[in-house]
T-cell receptor
Framework: SQKIEQNSEALNIQEGKTATLTCNYTNYSPAYLQWYRQDPGRGPVFLLLIRENEKEKRKERLKVTFDTTLKQSLFHITASQPADSATYLCALVLMRGSQGNLIFGKGTKLSVKP | DGGITQSPKYLFRKEGQNVTLSCEQNLNHDAMYWYRQDPGQGLRLIYYSQIVNDFQKGDIAEGYSVSREKKESFPLTVTSAQKNPTAFYLC???????????FGPGTRLTVL
């Protein structure tokens, strides 16, 4: 069956450390993978998009990797701050036969302690 | 100010009533989407529209209906046929398929 899993429901880290969140999928062949941030009671906000032919993407303190052999994406936040505390969602984009719709994981709730 | 708006923020409904959730965008995006989010669950796609006067069912369309008469507007009706409508509803838009999606602030629907 097809699955997308973010393997930690919650992740607690100390301020200044690097947070690493994982997104694994099975039986999908995504063209893109996207990461979103969601704060409680609010809509998700887009962070980064990485294509199947890209290994790594960076934006300020954020870095995303995409390994289509392992069927895994890693999302890193370096020098983490309490303001980074939120739920982070990964989403697969299947261009073939799905109109480019997104398939979301359940999210990982990140808490950064001062 | 460009963006996507949803109203109301909170909505209470009695069992057996239909309710309509509003979604408006001024980003000039062609594609619009409705998602449902339940605690501990990922976002699940209800309906989507790639163009005016056309829309498609998503993964959980039963008990819902939509219309797309204008590019800017994509209202969602939760009908009495929806067995478990209490949830957080999110509307989103994107310029073309596969691109990043811009989400509204959400409507929290509670059935009393």
């Amino acid at each position: 069956s097809q699955k997308i899993e973010q393997n930690s429901e919650a992740l607690n880290i100390q301020e200044g450390k690097t947070a690493t969140l994982t997104c694994n999928y099975t039986n999908y062949s995504p063209a893109y993978l996207q990461w979103y941030r969601q704060d409680p009671g609010r809509g998700p906000v887009f962070l980064l998009l990485i294509r199947e032919n890209e290994k790594e993407k960076r934006k300020e303190r954020l870095k995303v990797t995409f390994d289509t052999t392992l069927k895994q994406s890693l999302f890193h936040i370096t020098a983490s701050q309490p303001a980074d505390s939120a739920t982070y969602l990964c989403a697969l984009v299947l261009m073939r036969g799905s109109q480019g719709n997104l398939i979301f994981g359940k999210g990982t709730k990140l808490s950064v302690k001062p | 100010d460009g963006g996507i708006t949803q109203s109301p923020k909170y909505l209470f409904r009695k069992e057996g009533q239909n309710v309509t959730l509003s979604c408006e965008q001024n980003l000039n995006h062609d594609a619009m989407y409705w998602y449902r989010q339940d605690p501990g669950q990922g976002l699940r796609l209800i309906y989507y529209s790639q163009i005016v006067n056309d829309f498609q069912k998503g993964d959980i369309a039963e008990g819902y209906s939509v219309s797309r008469e204008k590019k800017e507007s994509f209202p969602l009706t939760v009908t009495s046929a929806q067995k478990n409508p209490t949830a957080f509803y999110l509307c989103a838009s994107s310029p073309i398929r596969g691109n990043e999606q811009f989400f509204g602030p959400g409507t929290r629907l509670t059935v009393l």
